[in-house]
């Protein structure tokens, strides 16, 4: 360990309840919040619900066992704890974000906003008790950003995909929400290997930049044409973009090289 492997336990015993919390938090909002959704004259919203509410949840589980295993990491002091209960942690602030919207909008309680925050000190500890130098946290943390924001951009694609009648617009949804999916699955990859410093991150990063921009700017122009307003599928693409460009300069190759992810 290159850290406090004591506090490395603590946190990793934190996060394995943090996600029962956060998966019994899913569970108790999944109904209540489609039912809301189809009594506002949203069912498109409602199915959204249905779908993703139980994607989050599935991946909640997993991280829990993956923080169970980072505690047991810690507990025999095994180098790679810290590593894993990042990763659990990375997925906690994905599946605690998108389940406050929902609810709110239509006036619930959102349960796993305090959780979001819980899962973000967390996913902090973690790479302190890793020491993780702060240059690599700040990059990771943007990357962090757009994996979320680009996953939002996909389950947005599934309402709009239910609601908006032109056709061309139809298969837009359709072509592009599996892309945003996959892009934020490369971006969470770029935030692991990243920390792992492999040889091929920057080429990752490239490629989770491309599908953010790929899936997300056509759904935001489109957007932008029918309503002639600047629309919410534009951050992710924009900062991908932003990571794009950062990380094809010389010297973010040299940072992610040589910063030791210890």
């Known amino acids: 360990m290159k850290s406090n492997p004591k506090l490395g336990l603590v946190l990793a015993i934190l996060g394995l309840l ?40 599935w991946l909640t589980l997993a991280a829990a066992a993956l923080m169970g295993m980072a505690a047991y990491g810690f507990a025999t002091r095994q180098s790679w704890a810290w590593f894993w209960g990042t990763v659990a942690a990375t997925i906690y602030m994905l599946t605690a974000f998108f389940p406050i919207i929902p609810p709110a909008s239509v006036g619930l309680p959102s349960p796993t906003a305090p959780t979001f925050g819980l899962a973000a000190i967390l996913w902090f500890g973690m790479l302190i008790v890793g020491g993780v130098a702060w240059k690599l946290i700040a990059l990771t943390f943007v990357a962090g950003i757009a994996y979320v924001l680009t996953f939002m951009d996909g389950v947005a694609c599934i309402s709009r995909y239910q609601t908006v009648p032109d056709a061309f617009l139809h298969g837009l949804y359709a072509v592009t929400q599996m892309v945003n999916w996959w892009g934020a699955a490369a971006w969470a990859v770029f935030i692991f290997s990243a920390l792992k410093r492999k040889p ?63």
């Open 18 to 57: 943090t996600g029962l919390l956060l998966a019994y938090q899913i569970a108790s909002i999944y109904q209540s919040t489609m039912d809301g959704k189809i009594a506002e004259g949203r069912p498109d919203e409602g199915i959204t619900v249905q779908i993703v509410f139980a994607i989050l949840g």
């Open 200 to 262: 091929w991150v920057v080429p990752l990063g490239v490629f989770a930049a491309l599908m953010s921009m790929l899936g997300g700017f056509p759904l935001g122009i489109s957007d932008v044409i029918r309503l002639g307003r600047f629309s919410m599928f534009l951050p992710a693409p924009l900062i991908s973009t932003a990571l794009l460009i950062y990380l094809v300069l010389p010297g973010t190759r040299k940072l992610l090289q040589k910063t030791d992810a210890g």
